[in-house]
């Protein structure tokens, strides 16, 4: 298995600033990736977190607005971008197993929770 | 695309019954399905995961059975417990880099 941590593990910040989500992963990795849960919502995937390359992002989310660091196989950073109210949600990192293999087991981190005012 | 539906949304039983949580998936194609925990405003615990090739996982009180070719699959706890008390999430992973779809939830209440 592998333990995921996440910093901050909550905030409330205010309308038109940014926030750096960072994610710690006790052992290497080859996939990462960044969920959203708004509330009383699912998971929905931000993006696939590629080492050394840029994030892979999914239909309705851009660099732009959650520009996403992978500098090694253990860390990753999501910003939040001028945020909106709207952007208020549970913020999740997850990992697959260390072999990498699509089969593997996913984990995930405890999750931010981010609320804009 | 994919599509994942739970049923029910919400179930509240008593202590000590048995239950069966459901999750239907459109796509037959998948590589694994995967059944999480998650407790109120915390992120997810992984309670099991089935491979496209097997039919059953089981873990303590947990099993669950995966019917590929019908798009279904369900999560039975034996024995519940207050402490079983959480939403039940199942996703299902396509394979396409390892992604993950979820399913909408059963929030689960386990009463004394």
């Known amino acids: 298995s592998a333990v995921i941590s996440q910093k901050p593990s909550r905030d409330i910040c205010q309308r038109g600033t940014s926030l750096t989500i960072q994610c710690q992963v006790d052992?290497?990795?080859?996939?990462m990736f960044w969920y959203r849960q708004q509330p009383g919502q699912s998971l929905t995937l931000i993006a696939t977190?590629?080492?050394?390359?840029?994030?892979?992002?999914e239909s309705g989310f851009v660099i732009d607005k959650f520009p996403i660091s992978r500098p090694n196989l253990t860390f990753s950073t999501l910003t939040v971008s001028n945020m909106s109210p709207e952007d208020s949600s549970i913020y999740l990192c997850?990992?697959?197993?260390?072999?990498?293999?699509?089969?593997?087991?996913?984990?995930f981190g405890p999750g931010t929770r981010l609320t804009v005012l | 695309k994919q599509e994942v539906t739970q049923i029910p949304a919400a179930l509240s039983v008593p202590e000590g019954e048995n239950l069966v949580l459901n999750c239907s998936f459109t796509d037959s194609a998948i590589y694994n399905l995967q059944w999480f925990r998650q407790d109120p405003g915390k992120g997810l615990t992984s309670l099991l995961l089935i491979q496209s090739s097997q039919r059953e996982q089981t873990s303590g009180r947990l099993n669950a059975s995966l019917d590929k070719s019908s798009g279904r699959s369900t999560l039975y706890i034996a024995a519940s417990q207050p402490g079983d008390s959480a939403t039940y999430l199942c996703?299902?992973?396509?394979?396409?880099?390892?992604?993950?779809?979820f399913g909408t939830g059963t929030r689960l209440q386990v009463t004394l």
């Open positions: 996703a299902v992973n396509t394979g396409t880099a390892s992604k993950l779809t």
């Open positions: 977190a590629n080492q050394g390359s840029e994030a892979t992002y």
């Open positions: 997850s990992v697959s197993g260390t072999s990498g293999r699509s089969t593997d087991t996913q984990y």
């Open positions: 052992s290497q990795v080859t996939m």
